[in-house]
């Protein structure tokens, strides 16, 4: 069966399936274009196809210590590197996410390379923590760290919560190496010290923004994004450690997005977790996998309960009406209404999050439409798409950098693109 009929399908399948749980009609197909035929996963046997992520990679000296960077952007068409000329070359935010998928890979296949890479990478980002217990992000091209700049502060962001989920991602395969693994349990320790002191110092306020009622405790105030990427760093740190100031935090940031989360199976949006204040952006929406994962960990029902109402309408509703990039509201009355939209660019950040949560929740309950779910997110990669172009080139292992319009590629291939493909081919994979 050809691939377009096969997703085709699978798509029906799932929407018959969500129908019979909610007791409504059949979702139509997601408006979004069918692919070519010929798309395949980027995948041979259990390996992933690393071979851009390996010319993104390169290993460096700094500071007298062996370490590696990931090269952030590499453009079209012969991928040569280039600079932010704010930023730098290689930052945290991508070599953190780096170690996951190498982490996820060693457990498939024990390659001592992988190894090698791991310990080369993990050095990168304990040599950017900086001395207050954050991480600065970017490294300049002549290898200072920029340690100024908006994007690279050393401060509760982005960066530093991801070199937490990263090093603790990796911490279990070095922890027969002492001298490293304990300087990897020093670097988080002093960082979930920091979270712990600075989160919950914001008393447990709501504010309301066009309408919308927010919490105002969450990182920068109603950063729900940011929150549940803490959340998923926080939980292997809790089971390494037990420590119950973490435990509190991630209850503490959990409540706040369950008040982050608006409408419900019958009412828009149909029980979508806001990103910030009033608008939600697909790119990093991990909330509905970071509260299934806490809910299994500390067996907090409502947890669940409130990640799967996402799921099994946002979802459905998000891919049936097309993606979109982002989406602010407003309150009118008792409901909510569309504010603003945004349908580009589509990237590869913005598919994995629905990925993810959907994988986790067929893992929790066994059902099989949440893994439909999950492949018909996924589809978006071989050509499922606005573009109708697959975004994984199988042979090269490059993923485009997003969809900027009906039709329109960026056929740059950088470090988030490619890890975030990587991370999504591999929960598919692994999942099976």
């Known amino acids: 069966m050809k691939r377009s009929c096969w997703l085709l399908l699978l798509l029906l399948l799932f929407a018959h399936a969500n129908a019979n749980a909610h007791g409504a009609p059949p979702a139509a197909v997601p408006a979004m274009a069918a692919p070519p035929a010929s798309n395949g996963l980027a995948v041979a046997g259990r390996a992933l196809n690393l071979r851009h992520f390996d010319h ?3 290993d460096r000296v700094i500071a007298g210590r062996e370490m590696a960077v990931v090269h952030i952007y590499a453009k079209h068409p012969d991928y040569r590197f280039d600079i932010e000329p704010n930023e730098g070359f290689t930052c945290v935010d991508d070599v953190a996410r780096a170690l996951v998928v190498l982490a996820r890979e060693w457990q498939q296949a024990k390659d001592p390379e992988l190894l090698r890479k791991i310990r080369r990478l993990t050095e990168f980002v304990l040599y950017l923590q900086n001395e207050n217990g954050y991480f600065n992000n970017f490294l300049w091209g002549d290898l200072r760290i920029n340690t100024d700049y908006k ?6 962001n982005w960066w530093s919560l991801r ?13 027969a190496e002492p001298v490293l693994a304990a300087r ?3 670097a988080t320790d002093r960082l979930v010290a920091n979270l712990v002191q600075d989160l919950p110092n914001q008393p447990r306020k709501t504010t309301t923004v066009a309408g919308v009622p927010v919490p105002d405790w969450l990182p920068a105030g109603s950063g729900a994004d940011q929150a549940a990427e803490a959340i998923i760093g926080l939980l292997p740190h809790l089971q390494r450690t037990g420590n119950a100031a973490a435990r509190r935090l991630i209850e503490t ?3 706040g997005l369950l008040l982050m989360q608006k409408g419900d199976a019958q009412h828009y949006p149909y029980g979508m977790f806001l990103s910030w ?7 990093g929406n991990v909330q509905a996998y970071a509260l299934l994962s806490a809910g299994e960990r500390l067996q907090r029902k409502d947890y669940i309960a409130s990640a799967l109402l996402e799921i099994d309408n946002f979802y459905p509703h998000l891919l049936k009406t097309g993606l979109a990039e982002a989406i602010e509201i407003r309150a009118e009355g008792a409901a909510y209404v569309e504010v603003s939209r945004r349908e580009f660019p589509q990237i590869a950040y913005g598919l994995r999050p629905m990925v993810f949560a959907a994988l986790k929740a067929h893992a929790l309950t066994g059902q099989a439409k949440y893994r439909a779910l999950a492949e018909a997110a996924g589809a978006w990669f071989h050509g499922r798409n606005a573009a109708a172009t697959a975004m994984v080139d199988t042979a090269s292992g490059r993923v485009f950098d997003g969809i900027v319009g009906p039709g329109q590629v960026n056929r740059d291939s950088g470090a988030e693109s490619t890890i975030e493909a990587l991370l999504t081919l591999q929960a598919l994979r692994d999942s099976r």
Request: glycine letters at 6%; a negative charge.
């Open 253 to 255: 940031l959990a409540d």
């Open 277 to 283: 204040r009033n608008t939600w952006h697909a790119w």
């Open 56 to 58: 993104l990679y390169a």
């Open 163 to 175: 070199a937490l989920g990263g090093l603790e991602m990796v911490l279990p395969l070095l922890d």
């Open 151 to 156: 994007t690279s502060v050393a401060e509760l």
């Open 184 to 186: 990897i349990r020093a």
